[in-house]
């Protein structure tokens, strides 16, 4: 089962701060997304500031403007898909 989140906070310069319910936790910096496409939003640091645990988990701003908390996970621990999803191997292995 893939940890859930349990806490973000936005800061400064395009970061976030989450915790997991398995304990990882620290900043993701999302700057790379920042005013391109739908997260324009960001170009306001108060918007940005708003993030919060929105359905499925995700990291939301509003309801068009969302994170997978997956993807943010990987990004915090360095961790790869196949990593989180050990199956993944497997599939892979096998096709």
Known sequence: MTPKPLEVEGRSDHRIWVRYSDGAEGE?????????????????????????????DAFAWTDEVELCPDSVYMWLTGQSPEDLFPRLRTLRQSA
Do not use: C, N, T, Y
Request: cysteine-free.
């Open 28 to 56: 993701v910096d999302l700057s790379r997304f920042a005013g391109r496409g739908v997260f324009e939003l960001w170009k306001d640091p108060e918007a940005f500031r708003r993030v919060h645990i929105g359905p499925g």
